[in-house]
């Protein structure tokens, strides 16, 4: 395996990331010795994010050069959660944000669909999940 390919394949995890938060890739490849990275995340919290995801890679990142800028016009990305039969608020925060106690904030996040602990949900719905 030559060297660009092997970088790639050890950051394929950033580079997933990336992908499935809206942070657009616009060079990825060789540059002298280091993988470039170049791109823009939609946000400065998204960005941070990357660069957690690299040091979990490799927290030297000796091999890797990111120029990462932001640009306000990508939209973040939103998670959604289907309700499946027998979910709860509860449970579904649990599951989604790690503490059942969070879900007051599922409820803020779909205020046009629910209204309190008390409203119905049903399989199939679709819920917008915040940030923990």
């Known amino acids: 395996m030559d060297r660009q390919a092997a970088l790639k394949a050890k950051y394929a995890k950033v580079t997933e990331f990336a992908k499935a938060n809206n942070v657009r890739i616009d060079h ?24 957690d995801v690299i040091k979990e890679v490799d927290p030297t990142y000796a091999d890797l050069t990111v120029n990462l800028s932001v640009d306000s016009s990508i939209p973040e990305p939103i ?19 790690g503490n059942g106690t969070l879900y007051p904030k599922i409820i803020a996040a779909n205020s046009s669909k629910l209204k309190d ?15 923990a």
């Open 79 to 97: 998670k959604t959660y289907t309700v499946k039969a027998g979910d709860s608020l509860w449970k579904i925060a649990q599951e989604e944000l």
């Open 117 to 131: 602990e008390k409203s119905v949900i049903h399989p199939g719905d679709v819920l917008v999940i915040p940030e």
């Open 28 to 51: 990825l490849h060789l540059e002298g010795d280091k993988l470039l990275l170049q791109g823009a995340a939609p946000s400065e919290k998204y960005k941070n994010k990357v660069w």
